[in-house]
């Protein structure tokens, strides 16, 4: 299938979705939400850019869990800011 990757701004969050089209209709692979933040401590801002890019980072590290790549690309274990 062909995914696309659908952003969806509202006034008060940022909702991202993994989407693919089937002939019944369309299906979602993933989806995140930035209301789902403040597990990890962002309680205010969640419509800001910075929520929109923390929202694609975790769609991104779910996407990777879901297809069992998520070993393979673990990504930074120090945020040192040197280049990976």
């Known amino acids: 299938p062909k995914y696309r990757l659908v952003v969806r701004f509202s006034n008060k969050k940022v909702t991202t979705q993994i989407v693919y089209s089937t002939t019944k209709g369309d299906r979602v692979f993933s989806a995140a ?30 996407v990777l869990k879901q297809l069992k790549l998520d070993t393979i690309y673990k990504g930074v274990a120090t945020a040192d800011g040197k280049d990976y």
């Open 33 to 62: 939400d930035s209301s789902e933040l403040s597990k990890w401590g962002l309680t205010t801002g969640q419509a800001s850019y910075a929520a929109s890019y923390a929202v694609g980072l975790l769609i991104a590290r779910r």
